[in-house]
């Protein structure tokens, strides 16, 4: 190997050790891209494996991004069940209303225990999105052990190493690719109530731009 390429890989790992390293450990320490700010260019799954590419500029509607951690997470379960009862009222004031999570395509529906979800939802196992929106946090050896214990295997869920989950979150990006609101809450077990988003949805389609 040449020094060149040598040097290449050298600063193509540390840029991966850079980037790990920018996530924390404590999830109260995740800060979420906010208001105003462009939202960020990634890539999700779909539950057959198909990459969805998201670019600030492709938003040809108005799209609510909500993340949430896995069909393992009771709290997520229940949000995604109260969030029924406004996603109709979202879809018809035009917005695209994507769930995204840790866990794997093939998980995305069948590890949910909420009945009767219909929602369009997303894998973000890498947690790359997660990542890319500010929310993304690495969960530490003795937290990683007290999900095992109660019966959770974050590496089966998500298919990946990396021990990292969302902090429960929601952005909504308008259609120029700016983000309009953002509501995030490192106390996963405190999500935004369906109401607040509905209102926060429709302040921003009667914003002017």
Known sequence: MTAALRFAAFLVGLWGFVAQAAIPDDPAQVQPLPVGSRAPAFDARTVDGTVRHFSPAGYRRPTILIFYRGGWCPYCNRHLGALK????????????????????????????????????????????????????????????????????????????????????????????????????????????????????????????P
């Open 85 to 208: 009862k406004v996603e109709p009222d979202l879809l018809k004031m035009g917005y695209e209303v994507l769930f995204l999570s840790a866990d794997r395509p093939q998980l995305l529906y069948s590890s949910l225990k909420e009945p009767d979800v219909h929602y369009t939802l997303l894998s973000d196992s890498t947690l790359k999105a997660a990542e890319a929106f500010g929310i993304a946090f690495h969960v530490d050896a003795a937290h990683y052990q007290q999900y095992s214990d109660f019966g959770v295997d974050l590496e089966a869920a998500s298919g990946e190493k990396h021990h990292n989950l969302p902090v429960p979150a929601v952005f909504i990006i308008d259609t120029g690719g700016v983000i309009r609101f953002v509501h995030a809450n490192p106390d996963y077990t405190t999500r935004i109530a369906p109401d607040e988003l509905l209102a926060a949805a429709r302040s921003v389609a009667t914003a002017p």
